[in-house]
């Protein structure tokens, strides 16, 4: 029998595996993720003692749910190569021009902004998938869109797709919470789950909300130290108090949602609202940085900076009129609202059809399936790219050429992500064992518990993070940790709601640095063999929006809010 230490440090290697050969050595994720995979499966055989069979099934549900996201990459890729062979990005690039040419302005009405509501009505890698080749078609380098967009794809993500994480993402936690209310050791301050579940979203958001103020200004900054033509923090400072405002105008309806009405509007409502005030703003010079700020000349831009796909020029043209151009993306976001509403019939009926594929080889616990119709990446981006074809009235050439190049562009990122997620799955299955161990996921969990002790607060986070950098996936990573974080915030007399509010905003912000994530972003951009660089360019404001998670779970915890369930 495995200490609890050697346990977890066998589970880290293949993560460990992924650090060194993505970050450390350059390597792309076509070759680094076939070997983690093959590591993981070597452990779950030789330590875990899963069957060989196991492992095979755990590897074909992996590749059936990578099915799942490289349907939405080809959409969001289907989508970008339609808008440029009709015009509509050279119109919204002169669009946005008007508005501001400053990049730092452009990165947060676009990245934060938009991609918060496209979280919100959406989630599951949407944002990115939309935000960052706009960002492309502006004249940004693929490497800065791809790097802005995921390190902001973290405030929005726990209450992304209208709030699934939360309220899905949680649902294990129904019977002991229920356990709590029919003998309450103290004041709770809710009477049912899903007031339960409300306090949980609420300390959420205030963690979320403290943080974005931080953020919005890190992230401008980034862009200029790395992406500028002095490479220099100082000329990101020189925005903010447009990323001040930005971040009032997102926070504030985020954070009267989630305490009027609960999980599921936060983000869609505060991207909506706040996308709308933004934009107001910059129209009328309210908050605009003093100088406009924009990258070097394309000739001075670092041989990382661009991939497979041209990016567009700051000179472009309108061909058509704003409205005609945007209504493709005015199509999607109002497709994805409608659909995922749940008052609305509409969820309901396209969630109907189902390929289900249980009991995969034989194994109980071993499952896939498709709701092919509820998949953003067939509708409505899909759906969107054929209507697009007709309102833009695209040559049929230009058509032929823009669904070629998009099956072409899925090659590489099919092969990281089938054995990705395959990995993933493999990491989750592991705990179905004869060993009594658990499964690889939470034994590193439960050793990081055993060392922090009462500081667990400032950890937690992590864990979350640490779930969804396996499943590229805040719901996955909730449903993973929230039992082990109840328990652990019971034993160590710790606020239940405020350690699931930071596994929460972890599972969030994992986002940014997630194999799953950087894979499928970068693809829709054209970059390849480059996710290692996203992945180190991004883990440091992970790491750094941890610890400011951390810390404020300390004082919540143990200094303002004691008392708190």
């Not at 919204?92 to 496209?118: E, K, N």
């Not at 078609?137 to 967009?149: Q, T």
């Not at 606020?495 to 894979?519: D, F, K, P, T, Y």
Request: proline residues 6%.
């Amino acid at each position: 029998m495995l200490s609890s230490g050697t346990l977890a440090l066998f589970a880290f290697l293949p993560i460990a595996l992924v650090l060194v050969l993505m970050v450390g050595m350059r390597w792309p994720a076509t070759r680094a993720m076939p070997l983690a995979w093959a590591l993981c499966a070597l452990l779950g055989a030789l330590i875990w003692k899963m069957p060989p069979a196991f492992i095979a099934a755990a590897t074909l549900a992996g590749f059936g749910s990578a099915v799942n996201v490289l349907i939405i990459v080809f959409g969001a890729i289907l989508i970008l190569y339609t808008l440029q062979a009709g015009g509509a990005m050279e119109t919204i690039s002169a669009g946005f021009l008007h508005i501001s040419r400053d990049r730092r302005v452009q990165t947060i009405i676009i990245a934060f902004m938009f991609g918060a509501f496209l979280e919100g009505a959406a989630g599951f890698g949407t944002p990115a998938a939309i935000a960052a080749p706009l960002l492309l078609g502006l004249g940004f380098p693929a490497l800065a869109a791809v790097c802005v967009c995921l390190i902001f794809n973290s405030v929005p993500v726990t209450f992304g797709a209208v709030g699934t994480p939360m309220w899905f993402g949680l649902k294990n936690l129904q019977p002991p919470v229920q356990q709590s209310l029919a003998a309450p050791a103290g004041p709770m301050g809710f009477s049912s789950f899903d007031g339960f579940l409300r306090h949980v979203g609420q300390w959420a958001a205030i963690i979320h909300s403290l943080v974005a103020f931080g953020l919005l200004l890190f992230v401008v900054c980034f862009l200029t130290r790395f992406f500028g033509r002095n490479r220099s923090w100082r000329e990101g400072l020189g925005a903010w108090r447009f990323a001040l405002f930005a971040a009032f105008a997102y926070t504030l309806p985020y954070l009267l949602t989630a305490f009027l009405f609960g999980v599921e509007f936060p983000s869609l409502l505060g991207g909506l609202v706040g996308l709308a005030l933004v934009i107001a703003a910059a129209k009328r010079g309210l908050f605009l940085p003093a100088s406009t700020w924009d990258f070097p000349p394309r000739s001075a831009w670092g041989d990382d900076w661009m991939g497979l796909i041209e990016t567009g020029s700051a000179e472009q043209k309108p061909c058509m009129t704003q409205f005609f151009a945007w209504l493709p993306y005015i199509l999607i976001a109002g497709i994805l609202v409608l659909t995922r509403i749940d008052a609305l019939p509409f969820k309901a009926r396209l969630n109907a059809w189902s390929l289900e594929f249980p009991r995969i080889l034989g194994f109980e616990t071993v499952s896939f399936s498709m709701k092919p119709l509820y998949l953003p990446g067939i509708l409505p981006f899909l759906l969107v790219a054929l209507l697009t074809i007709f309102l833009h009235r695209i040559p049929r050439a230009k058509v032929a050429k823009a669904w070629a190049e998009s099956f072409r562009r899925l090659k590489n990122p099919t092969i990281a992500m089938l054995f990705a997620v395959a990995l993933v799955e493999i990491m989750k299955q592991s705990g179905y064992n004869d060993q009594g161990y658990s499964a690889m996921p939470l034994a590193m969990a439960e050793f990081m518990a055993d060392l922090a002790g009462r500081s667990w607060p400032l950890f937690a986070a992590y864990v979350g993070a640490l779930g969804s950098f396996i499943a590229g996936s805040c719901t996955v990573s909730n449903l993973m940790f929230a039992e082990f974080q109840y328990g652990l915030a019971s034993g160590i007399g710790a606020s239940r709601e405020i350690i699931l509010a930071l596994q929460a905003v972890g599972g969030a912000m994992g986002n940014m640095s997630c194999v799953h994530n950087v894979v499928a972003a970068s693809a829709t951009v054209g970059l390849v063999g480059m996710e290692g660089l996203i992945i180190r360019r991004t883990l440091v404001p992970l790491l750094l929006y941890g610890l400011a998670a951390g810390l404020m779970g300390l004082l919540l915890s143990y200094v303002l809010f004691p008392g708190t369930f």
